[in-house]
């Protein structure tokens, strides 16, 4: 069984300041994690993913996350936020890459001009 | 590549009628789509996974009659949800499995946002 947690619903930033969406996760395999970012009234949007290897993932639109098994962490970054980036990000588990995914609740990112 | 469409992506209907939504993967194949279920400001609650020509596998809690899904060719499944009630409206979202082994990821189509008067 796998759980999410993704602490803080909303998040608030200045625009060009660090953006830091932390995600906490339990799985009783090894875990393949996913972040996904959704705007209003869409889908969601692959940011990036960790399955095996290389433990810092790079994603698009300049998200970055590292899998962190000690800490059960995969916490995602971007060094400098745009006006773009608010929308709702999850964060998400499954036991195997193409499994049935489990989703943290969603952390909706505010970014301020 | 890895394009997931749905449609409609807004219905409004009456209560007690039927409302069918499509989830097409448009540039790929896919043996296994997934229906899931969000209310608003809150996460996605996977519905049931829908296998190419097999039945779909239900979560704990999902009325399987009420919410009829047929995955009937590699590239579209339908969700139903039949006999509609206000507490039906909800967005659904399909996603699609794509890729394989470590590569095998889940794209999602943009939602059917569906409202029951």
């Known amino acids: 069984a796998q759980s999410v947690t993704q602490l803080g619903s909303h998040v608030s930033v200045s625009e060009g300041a660090l953006v830091l969406l932390r995600c906490n996760y339990s799985?009783?395999?090894?875990?393949?994690l996913f972040w996904y970012v959704q705007y209003p009234n869409q889908g969601l949007q692959l940011l990036l993913k960790?399955?095996?290897?290389?433990?810092l993932v790079k994603g698009i639109n300049g998200f970055e996350a590292e899998f962190k098994k000690s800490e059960t962490s995969f916490h995602l970054t971007k060094p400098s936020a745009h006006m773009s980036d608010a929308a709702e990000y999850f964060c998400a588990v499954s036991g195997a890459a193409g499994n049935k995914l489990t989703f943290g609740g969603g952390t909706r990112v505010l970014v301020k001009p | 590549g890895a394009v997931v469409s749905q449609h409609p992506s807004r219905v409004i209907c009456k209560s007690g009628t039927s409302v069918k939504i499509e989830c097409r993967s448009l540039d790929f194949q896919a043996t296994t789509m997934f229906w899931y279920r969000q209310f608003p400001k809150q996460s996605l609650m996977l519905m049931a996974t829908s296998n190419e020509g097999s039945k779909a596998t239900y979560e704990q809690g999902v009325e399987k009659d009420k919410f009829l899904i047929n995955h009937a060719s590699l590239t579209l499944s339908t969700l139903t949800v039949t006999s509609a009630h206000p507490e039906d409206s909800s967005f659904y979202i399909c996603?699609?499995?794509?890729?394989?082994?470590?590569?095998?990821?889940?794209?999602f189509g943009p939602g059917t946002r569906l409202t029951v008067l």
């Open positions: 996603s699609a499995r794509y890729g394989g082994g470590v590569t095998d990821t889940q794209y």
């Open positions: 960790y399955t095996t290897g290389a433990t």
């Open positions: 799985s009783s395999v090894p875990p393949y």
